[in-house]
């Protein structure tokens, strides 16, 4: 079994993030492990923010405590990433790698899959073949876990699955087998719960004409990916639960991509006009493609029309301040890397870990 120093590179981290935040040791929920609900979260983004400081600095004291001993050699670690051309998956893996190598001093190679689970698998089998001490991995079809997973298995490397959640029988033979695998994400149904009530939040409900219902338009990320599925279901059924009648005028797959966020807006938005109350947004690529399609009908948002999405990109926290988009969700891309890192480093380390670990995600509004 290899051993990474780091102990004192993330000691050393975890006493300046000390001293940057006043050496007060706040409260978190991130990380945590499953089984807990979606609770009250703060609405401001500065809230977010803070929370999502805490969760690193909570993960970087995680790690102190999870630091194999050092004999000077690097850990070798595979990231493969579905594709690099996705504005949330590429902060993620951005700061994936930097906590790797600036906490554990790992070696890290990041991969684009580029979309094509064949091409996504021989990657995989090249990693294995070069030895890699765990992979990290961010499947193109979360339907290939069970086979991706059994290679690792069979090749004895650990492998942490982030961002597409397999299903619930894959994680249930994990446990039941003691297969070393894990998977770092979050709860989507938490993140379409917020994003209805974001919508009920609003004066009036969602139901900007009057006429008793809200009229939605659902821009759907890749549907065969679980967030996309729970965002869609329960960003509805937080408004049907709350008594407010719904009718979905237009639902189609954008792929969380910005340019068919503003095609399929566009398309909905000529098909449907003022009948358009909200647009659910399954992640802020879409969002944003949804406002260009939004100010270019001359519909001005939070006043004839309402929009959210997930993730609280830059550019769509600043849209909100700018009026321009209702809100957003916050899908803590730092609290889901450093967590996934710190389970890679001890499952590399031969430690056991639990099967699921989610953050928790934060509603973003004006
Ligand atoms: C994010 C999307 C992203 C997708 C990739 C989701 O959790 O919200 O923005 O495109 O993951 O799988």
New binding site residues.
């Given amino acids: 079994m290899k051993k990474v120093l780091a102990a004192v590179l993330a000691s050393m981290m975890v006493l300046s993030l000390a001293a940057c935040g006043g050496g007060d040791k706040k409260e978190t929920e991130a990380p945590k492990k499953e089984t807990e609900k979606a609770t009250e979260a703060p609405k401001e983004t500065e809230k977010a923010t803070e929370k999502a400081t805490d969760a690193a600095k909570e993960t970087a004291e995680k790690a102190t405590q999870a630091a194999p001993a050092a004999d000077g050699e690097k850990l070798k670690i595979g990231v493969c990433i ?1 594709k690099f051309d ?4 590429t902060l993620y893996r951005q700061e994936l790698q930097k906590y790797l190598e600036e906490t554990y001093g790992a070696e890290v190679t990041v991969v684009d899959g580029k979309g094509d689970q064949a091409e996504q698998t021989n990657q995989i089998d090249n990693f294995i073949s070069q030895g890699v001490d765990v992979l990290i991995l ?1 499947l193109v079809q979360a339907s290939a876990t069970e086979t991706v997973a059994k290679t690792c298995a069979d090749a004895g490397i650990p492998a942490v699955f982030i ?2 959640e397999p299903d619930a029988a894959e994680l249930e033979r994990w446990e039941s087998e003691g297969v070393a695998a894990t998977y770092v994400g ?1 709860d ?1 149904r938490q993140s379409g719960t917020f994003q209805g009530e974001i919508i009920l939040d609003t004066a009036n409900k969602g139901d900007i004409n009057g006429d008793g219902k809200v009229s939605y338009v659902m821009l759907i ?2 549907p065969e ?1 679980v ?1 996309a599925q729970y965002r869609t279901e329960f960003s509805v059924k937080a408004l049907t639960d709350a008594g407010v009648e719904v009718e979905e005028l237009f639902a189609q797959r954008g792929d ?1 991509d910005q340019a068919k966020g503003q095609e399929l807006t566009a398309n909905a938005l000529a098909q449907f006009g003022d009948q358009v109350e909200v647009v659910f947004a ?4 879409m969002a944003l493609g949804a406002i260009e399609a939004i100010e270019a009908e001359g519909r001005k948002v939070n006043e004839d029309i309402y929009l959210v999405g ?2 609280a990109l830059d550019e769509a926290t600043a849209a909100i301040k700018d009026g321009r988009m209702t809100g957003t969700v916050l ?1 803590d891309h730092m609290g889901q890397s450093h967590t996934a890192a710190d389970v890679a480093i001890k499952m590399a380390n031969g430690e056991k870990v639990d099967t699921k670990y989610t953050v928790d995600y934060v509603k973003v509004t004006e």
């Fill in positions: 579905y996705d504005n949330f998956m961010n961002n597409r979050a989507a990320g890749d990916n967030d969380w399954n992640n802020d690529a997930v993730d899908n």
